[in-house]
């Protein structure tokens, strides 16, 4: 069995709850609200497809918000953050071809396990050398697979891993150093290299002029000492950020208080937040919408 164990199920249910007390309100908004439920974030393809189905037309959004559940803040708190919050993401996968052998007979083979492991660890120094280091950049092999027994030389070995980056730079320049690397460490090893290299989701860049009403409306609905402006961007990427490119919005962190990670096996969130959640949606519903009427 397998799960994307990020608190998604949580988001479905706070949206679901606004729209509910939204829907009951309807008649004293003077606008439309649109409830985007995307699938498939935990690919980073979700935000793309709907964009090309048409999900920011009829009618045109003026405001997009979204939130994360998020296990760094206390129950209950909201995090904001102007800016660049999250890191954009890009996928690779990396594959070495050699000619196999006996162990015992190296100078026979062509081994792709040295490839691999050497550009592993150059591809490192794209991190520690290659960009600025004030601009905070992951490189990360999270997968590698090759060989068949412990003393024989196969003659394949591929390996797979992702870069996060949240400065444009970085985002430009890595995907060129990659493909000069692996081609240098192909020829310096006799070996070949074949490689693809995918664009999932660029960097979340939260709107500032939102970003302060979203921290505005949550002080004055839970006071100051629950609400933080974070100062500090995650890597953990989020596809919401191509939301962003178009609308003038803002992703924020609703505190669940656990220690359970994102993404491990033990993740669960306490469900009092959902109730957090929903206030401060629709509140920020009404600050936009509020009929003068009324």
């Known amino acids: 069995d397998h799960m994307h164990a990020c608190g998604h199920d949580g988001h479905m249910a706070i949206l679901i709850g606004a729209a509910l007390v939204l829907a009951q309100l309807k008649q004293h908004l003077d606008g439309s609200v649109k409830f985007i439920f995307q699938p498939a974030e935990e690919l980073l393809q979700g935000a793309e497809r709907m964009i090309q189905a048409g999900v920011l037309k009829e009618p045109h959004l003026d405001r997009i918000y979204a939130l994360h559940l998020w296990p ?40 792709p396990i040295i490839a691999a492991a050497h550009s592993i660890a150059m ?30 030389i196969g003659d394949s070995v591929t390996f797979e891993g992702t870069v996060r980056t949240v400065g444009k730079d970085a985002y430009e320049k890595i995907p060129e150093t ?50 933080h402006e974070v100062t500090s961007p995650t890597m953990i990427a989020e596809d919401f950020g191509l939301f962003l490119e178009k609308v003038d ?23 009092e937040v959902i109730r957090t959640g929903i206030k401060l949606l629709v509140m920020l519903v009404i600050s936009k919408l509020h009929s003068n009427d009324d």
Do not use: W
Not at 80 to 101: L, Y
Not at 249 to 256: A, D, Q, S
């Open 72 to 111: 760094q803040l206390p129950l209950g708190h909201i995090g904001v953050m102007p800016g660049t919050a999250m890191a954009g993401a890009d996928r690779f996968s990396v594959t070495f071809e050699g000619v196999g052998g006996h162990g015992a007979n190296p100078h026979l083979a062509i081994d």
């Open 123 to 152: 591809l490192q120094t794209i991190v520690s050398r290659e960009v600025n280091p004030n601009e905070p950049t992951v490189l990360s092999v999270g997968r590698i697979q090759g060989g068949s027994t412990y003393n024989t």
């Open 178 to 227: 990659f493909r000069s690397q692996l081609e240098g460490i192909a020829l310096a090893t006799g070996t070949k290299c074949s490689y693809e290299y995918k664009r999932l989701c660029p960097p979340l860049v939260n709107n500032g002029d939102v970003a302060s009403e979203v921290l505005q409306q949550s002080q004055s609905l839970f006071g100051e000492k629950r609400v």
């Open 249 to 271: 919005g803002c992703l924020f962190f609703l505190g669940i208080g656990e220690e359970k990670l994102l993404h491990t096996p033990t993740f669960d969130f306490n469900e």
